[in-house]
């Protein structure tokens, strides 16, 4: 068949460019709520395996149509589908090339630029500007802009009612507990409404009228919320409250004993141990033949760093050695700062929260899902059609097994090189805690949502990270690591040229090249 060796290539990619997009975009969805320890990355996995594929089945096509013909002006390529063919592929690849190695330097960037960027690339490259469709980029470029700033501002709205009405109030925990059904009642309505209205052409919910859609979705956010009022709420507080009678009752057992809960830690382990102690009980541990020196012990305790025993190489590694134990202490010495300054609420509210962080985690991903499966899967959902028609074609639909092939990169890519972005997005960029993850994965998610609806391809990460200022400025513009924002937004800049230049290089060679 023509241009099997191109399907099957560009089948391998586009997986390549999924498990990038899970490595760097989908742990921006469960940064908050691994950072603040609510789930473990095993859990933030399982969710991710249900509800990424949720969201690419559902509404994935929708973003999808607007990557793959809305972008490039495929009427240019009429004539020439095997042009098309490659340059998707080189677009493909170029994005994985650049989400691979920002990952690998944990740089969070976002994976629409990153495409969008390639897909320009080697338009321009085959066609010069008159391939681009300019309005679309002109609306995508505008959307980048407005995206963070809306998330912060449902972010920085939405904890500042929650602070003032409920965790500051003389009974935060029972508040908190009146709010559960409201907030668990806007998710499922927000969630339902846009699968409904236009939300699924696979399952013909796209010819739903609009108030049918309405109707059924506050229904259903009807019947959650009173779900979470009549059985979840009692459960729950219950739940808590004997939980935090077994938290006292060991500290008093603690305090029997004459210790303290500073000098354990979560699990109950002695922390605070005599420096005699602890270098004999290392000695001990150190295998016959491998006892240290005085001098590693001064070193190890940081009171001296040259041996004049040992060789200069030596020296120089144990120096360079000491230096990065140094930028290390000195970064999570920066960390610790900016948690102490931030406010700290109930920990009865910050246990409640933590299981509604996991309710909007499955909305965030979903979210990720319908809107960023698009940046892998529209390229080769544009050469699988052309190699099933042999013509470029405007109309055709995404089939369901290529939006699933991307939603399974997409959870192998969190599941090996997630936990590198997510400790960088989740406790560097400000302090998230169960009470406040809930909130930024609930606007991010929001955002990305009504970015999906419109056709809108916007960035996941300029809406996690915009959520996650808006809520961190609700605590003073102190309690952000403005160093790392900059960063951020740096790679936010270089990504669109890079990938461009990527992509446009290898197309140029493949399809120029004698």
């Known amino acids: 068949m023509p241009y099997l060796w191109m399907l099957v290539t560009g089948g391998i990619v586009s997986f390549f460019n999924s498990w990038g997009i899970g490595a760097n975009d989908c742990a921006n969805s469960f940064a908050t709520s691994v950072g603040s320890k609510v789930l473990t990355l095993k859990h933030a996995l399982v969710i991710a395996s249900i509800f990424e594929f949720l969201g690419a089945f559902l509404m994935g096509s929708h973003v999808t149509d607007t990557v793959r013909k809305k972008i490039v002006d495929i009427d240019m390529f009429e004539t020439d589908p095997y042009a098309l063919m490659l340059g998707m592929m080189c677009a493909n690849f170029a994005s994985g090339v650049w989400l691979t190695l920002a990952t690998y330097f944990k740089y969070p960037v976002s994976t629409t630029h990153s495409i969008i960027g390639a897909i320009v690339g080697f338009a321009l490259a085959y066609g010069g500007a008159d391939a681009i469709v300019w309005k679309t980029i002109g609306f995508i470029v505008l959307s980048w802009l407005t995206s963070p700033v809306l998330s912060g501002f449902f972010s920085y709205g939405i904890f500042y009612v929650a602070r003032r009405y409920a965790y500051r109030s003389k009974r935060p925990f029972e508040m908190t507990l009146k709010m559960f059904p409201i907030l668990t009642f806007v998710t499922f309505l927000i969630n339902s409404f846009f699968i409904f ?43 808590i409250e004997k939980f935090f009678e077994g938290e006292n009752q ?78 290390n202490k000195k970064k999570y010495d ?5 948690h102490e300054t931030s406010e700290v609420f109930d920990p009865k509210v910050e246990k409640l929260c933590s299981w509604l962080q996991i309710i909007t985690a499955c909305f965030s991903s979903f979210a990720h899902g319908a809107n960023d499966v698009a940046n892998s899967v529209a390229p080769f959902a544009t050469i ?30 969190l599941g090996t090189w997630g936990y590198r972005i997510i400790e960088r997005i989740g406790t560097e960029l400000t302090k998230v805690t169960a009470s406040r993850g809930f909130i930024i994965e609930l606007a991010a998610a929001l955002t990305t949502i009504i970015a999906s609806r419109t056709e809108m391809p916007v960035s996941t990460t300029h809406c996690q990270v ?9 605590d003073g513009k102190n309690n952000i690591q403005w160093k790392y924002v900059r960063n951020i937004v740096f790679s936010w800049v270089i990504t669109l ?18």
């Not at 940081?302 to 000491?322: C, Q, T, V």
């Open 197 to 239: 209205y236009k939300g699924a052409p696979q399952l013909k919910l796209d010819d739903l009228e609009l108030w049918i859609s309405m109707v059924t979705s506050f229904s259903i956010a009807i019947f959650m919320g009173c779900l979470s009022w009549f059985v979840y709420v009692p459960y729950a507080k219950k739940k």
């Open 250 to 327: 060991t500290s008093i057992e603690l305090q029997d004993v004459g210790l303290d809960e500073e000098s354990t830690t979560d699990e109950g382990r002695i922390t605070e141990i005599d420096l005699d102690t602890m270098e004999e009980s290392v000695r001990n541990e150190t295998p016959q033949g491998e006892e240290r020196t005085r001098e590693e012990w001064e070193y190890e305790f940081g009171e001296s760093l040259y041996n004049d025993s040992e060789s200069i190489e030596n020296n120089i590694k144990r120096i360079e050695k000491y230096h990065k134990n140094l930028k």
């Open 497 to 514: 040229p890079v990938t461009g230049l990527i992509s446009a290089g290898l197309f140029s060679f493949a399809y120029y090249s004698p």
């Open 384 to 413: 699988y059609s052309i190699y099933l028609t042999g013509e470029v074609s405007k109309k055709s639909d995404v089939p369901i097994w290529i939006l699933a092939m991307g939603g399974i990169g997409i959870v192998l890519g």
């Open 334 to 338: 920066d960390i610790d700062k900016l």
């Open 466 to 474: 915009g959520s996650v200022i808006g809520c961190g400025l609700a």
